[in-house]
């Protein structure tokens, strides 16, 4: 049973940095286009970018140039390093492969204010 364990989030200013991860496990991860998501309040739950096996990474709108989408293939681990966070990128970010059809795990709370 594959397993997908978010961190890294936290509170953080507007026009601040964080680096998420995602741990996982159970699953041959080298195969995956791997992929995170958001979750706002009252929203549904959005793509903010994917990654395919060999590393080229498509992006939202919303974040391209200031998100970056990263893979270790060895450490079987993703990350989204982020930064000119703004207060509308407050939300609950989860990783999954592309299709979605992985486990979902509990994601990790990224909150932007002052």
């Known amino acids: 049973q594959a397993k997908l364990v978010e961190s890294g989030g936290g509170l953080v200013q507007p026009g601040g940095s964080l680096r998420l991860s995602c741990e996982t496990s159970g699953m041959i991860f080298s195969i995956h286009t791997m992929a995170w998501y958001r979750q706002a309040p009252g929203k549904e739950r959005e793509l903010v970018a994917s990654?395919?096996?060999?590393?080229?990474?498509n992006y939202a709108d919303f974040v391209k140039g200031r998100f970056t989408i990263s893979r270790d293939n060895d450490k079987n681990t993703m990350y989204l390093e982020m930064n000119s966070l703004k207060a509308e990128d407050t939300a609950i970010y989860y990783c999954?492969?592309?299709?979605?059809?992985?486990?979902w795990g509990q994601g990790t709370q990224v909150t932007v204010s002052s």
């Open positions: 990654i395919f096996t060999h590393g080229s990474a």
């Open positions: 999954n492969a592309k299709s979605g059809k992985l486990p």
